[in-house]
């Protein structure tokens, strides 16, 4: 339902033409992550190299081991040499990659997708003329002991092997199987060549249609003591047969609408409109992103990569998946950074054809966290599944045998660094791996999910549970302050994580554990839960647990990419909801952003450039927060929209390896410049409050957005002025009761 507005909105429709990567250049084979476009559809992601002439589509797949491409599609159009009038283009709304060009008196295009509802990765090539001979095949260049076995018949290519593994021998890696295949069509002919490849004979047909099914033996159920922790289920070549059969009797017009529709579903959730005042729509987006500078900016760009964190998410977390990764899906390679694990500590929550079905990744939990910053207001939380399955099957069952030998408690327990074997033990010295609050930490994610989406059978069944598991854990770890003796409980030992020293209290670890026995109590009715001792335990903690919060002198030109005791700031709320008002804690919060400085000293990465916007933007400081947005595409952006490191000195230039949580982080960044909507302390029985455009530029005049999720059900659209200032809101689907208001206090909408 629509409730009171001041004005009707009036949305432009300049930010739509943003919503489309184009080229002039097809991407680059030997540096395909800073100059390929991504597609996906969780189990599978590619990167196209869009060349006429062979197109590889890069394929990805699960020891601790690294995430592992799969394969490579390699796609030849006979007689291709040359070309002319050539455009590569990724359209964020359709999910679709796309290459036109003229060659041999012909017009040719190639339109590649990853589809979900049919669980292929899709190749299609057409021309005005009739096509030459069309060769296709697939190649395994990451294992080679043993290496993966590739055979060709009249049905096409199978591809089978076992993942990289650590015995030596091949023997404990993950089987996989791959198969591709042309779907049928009248005066098309297909042959084996001597290389294993299917030959296409062509002979009066205009068009072709390669789909790729893939599947792995890896089994996230099978990760517990009834299985050994084997992680092993079914063999995969049944499953990979069922699905290429069932997608070959469907029409290519069929595949592509049904994918088109049910991308779109998604998409459209949310929706930024920012004026296009240079007509960058009509420059070559690689162009614009190569020339893209702090001083200048350019909302049209800025638009576009915003959304394409939007796009991202999609492409990389859906039901069935693995929840993307420090890469998301896109690794093309057999050995990526950080062998593309979870990093708890940040990573995960900010959040080729590789065909990334192999994720045997290495989480590393700040990551993690960071991928899905921006996910519940863009409308995604309904594609977070994948998240909460990876907890439960792979972090609870070895999380908890963690708590109970390193700590002798009771709950789950897991460090930095885990993998989608059930890796959940401490890794590395303390200052690196002590971090158990972590998990603790992700369960924010858990209530976001909750609290936008009001899904009681969810939180009751799967929620709760992994927020009580966690809760239980620290409960029996918070001990009294013997120090300063003021009856309040911290934990001891902790770290404040990369940074140190080793230490008791840590702001971080206070505040992630208080919010998370607020939440635990705040909606206990919600949970199903009749355990009332454990409610009681978890209150009696909470009323003495100190929350992190504490002023102190600032420490000068301390520019550590962590900001771990703003945590309850952003992305946390103990301090920017309970404190909302107290004047000196937030000028104490912009003391301590002024000092970290703008993410360059320490690792100029583009995650901490983002981090310090979302908390200006938060803070309502709109330049400061618009600055380090600028400045993480600046510095941290390659030409093909992915967050990339730069080097370390002037001059500077960016860099791999790529690392997907700026992507999704520079969303956030500007959600956070956007609208403000906290949740509210257990016991504060106030109407909740959303502030929009607490800091949105000058330069994104006459804006809108569509689609913004809140807390509490529902959503908002608004529209702002040439200054920023948000003038016009209409909400939609709301229960609970709401106040909307500007940043100048004015109200514009009620419930």
């Not at 994948?386 to 460090?415: I, Q």
């Not at 956030?668 to 959303?690: H, I, R």
């Not at 959503?715 to 940043?743: I, M, Q, Y």
Request: aromatic share 12%; glycine share 10%.
């Amino acid at each position: 339902m629509k409730v009171a507005v001041v004005a009707a909105l009036a949305m432009s429709q300049t930010g739509v033409a943003a919503r489309k990567f184009w080229t002039s250049k097809p991407a680059d084979p030997g540096n395909v992550l800073m100059t390929g476009f991504t597609i996906g559809n969780g189990r599978q992601g590619g990167l196209p190299l869009g060349i006429p002439d062979e197109s590889a589509l890069y394929g990805g797949s699960a020891d601790y081991g690294s995430y592992e491409a799969l394969a490579n599609l390699t796609v030849s159009i006979a007689g291709v040499t040359k070309y002319s009038k050539y455009k590569r283009t990724l359209d964020l709304e359709t999910a679709l990659h796309s290459a036109e060009f003229t060659a041999n008196g012909a017009s040719f295009s190639t339109v590649q997708f990853c589809s979900f509802p049919d669980q292929v990765c899709v190749y299609h090539v057409s021309s005005n003329k009739p096509l030459p001979q069309i060769t296709f095949g697939l190649v395994d260049n990451y294992r080679t002991n043993p290496p993966s076995t590739v055979k060709c018949s009249s049905s096409g290519i199978w591809l089978s092997g076992r993942t990289v593994a650590d015995d030596g021998e091949g023997l404990i890696g993950m089987k996989i199987d791959a198969q591709a295949r042309a779907l049928p069509s009248a005066g098309l002919k297909a042959t084996c060549n001597s290389n294993g490849q299917t030959v296409l004979s062509t002979k009066s047909v205009k068009s072709v249609t390669i789909v790729v099914a893939s599947g792995t033996e890896y089994d996230a159920t099978k990760g517990n003591a009834a299985h050994n922790y084997s992680f092993r289920g079914s063999d995969p070549y049944p499953g990979v047969v069922k699905t290429i059969s069932a997608v070959s009797k469907k029409s290519y017009n069929t595949i592509l609408q049904s994918h088109v529709k049910d991308h779109g579903e998604w998409f459209n959730k949310f929706t930024l409109d920012l004026p296009d005042p240079h007509n960058s729509a009509d420059v070559d987006t690689m162009d614009l992103l190569t020339n893209y500078s702090t001083e200048k900016g350019d909302p049209f760009v800025e638009n576009l990569l915003i959304e394409y964190g939007q796009y991202m998410f999609i492409a990389s977390s859906r039901p069935g998946s693995l929840p993307p990764n420090l890469q998301g899906s896109w690794a093309p390679d057999g050995n990526p950074a950080w062998s593309s694990d979870y990093h708890i500590d940040v990573n995960v929550q900010m959040q080729v054809i590789t065909l990334s079905e192999l994720r045997h990744l290495d989480f590393t939990n700040k990551n993690s966290i960071r991928n899905h910053w921006h996910v519940e207001k863009m409308g995604l939380g309904g594609l977070t599944d994948p998240l909460w399955d990876f907890m439960t099957y792979t972090w609870v069952p070895r999380g908890t045998e963690t708590a109970n030998l390193w700590y002798n408690v009771s709950g789950w327990v897991a460090f930095t660094n885990t993998n989608i074997f059930g890796h959940t033990a401490q890794e590395n010295d303390a200052t690196w791996s002590n971090v158990a609050h972590d998990i603790a930490w992700m369960m924010a994610h858990v209530w976001d999910r909750y609290d936008y989406g009001r899904d009681k059978k969810w939180y009751a069944s799967v929620g709760y549970p992994l927020m009580k598991g966690v809760a239980s854990f620290w409960v029996d770890m918070m001990v009294p302050d013997e120090y300063f003796k003021d009856g309040t409980l911290v934990a001891n030992p902790c770290n404040s994580p990369e940074h140190g020293p080793t230490t008791f209290g840590c702001a971080q670890f206070q505040q992630v554990v208080w919010e998370l026995f607020d939440h635990i109590i705040k909606d206990w009715d919600a949970s199903g839960d009749t355990d009332t001792a454990f409610l009681k335990r978890v209150k009696e903690s909470y009323s003495k647990l100190d929350p992190g919060v504490h002023m102190d002198i600032d420490t000068k030109n301390d520019t550590h990419r962590h900001l771990s005791h703003l945590y309850g700031f952003y992305p946390g709320y103990v301090i920017s909801s309970v404190y909302a008002d107290n004047k000196t804690v937030m000028d104490a919060v912009a003391t301590s952003l002024y000092s970290r400085g703008n993410g360059t000293e320490d690792s100029n990465t583009g995650w901490e450039k983002v981090w310090r916007g979302a908390c200006w933007g938060q803070l309502g400081v709109t330049d400061e927060a618009y600055k380090e947005l600028k400045y993480t595409i600046d510095m941290n952006f390659a030409a093909n929209g992915l967050s990339v490191y730069t080097t370390g000195s002037w001059p500077y230039e960016v860099t791999l390896p790529f690392q997907i949580d700026a992507n999704f982080g520079l969303s956030a960044n500007a959600l956070a410049m956007l609208y403000t909507d906290l949740p509210k302390k257990w016991g504060d029985n106030s109407v909740q409050k959303v502030i929009l455009g607490p800091a949105i530029p000058k330069e994104w005049a006459g804006g809108s957005v569509k689609g913004g999720s809140l807390r509490g059900g529902g959503t908002v659209d608004f529209s702002w002025d040439d200054e920023g200032v948000v003038n016009r809101a209409v909400v939609h689907g709301r229960k609970l009761p709401l106040v909307v208001v500007n940043k100048n206090g004015k109200v514009l909408a009620r419930h």
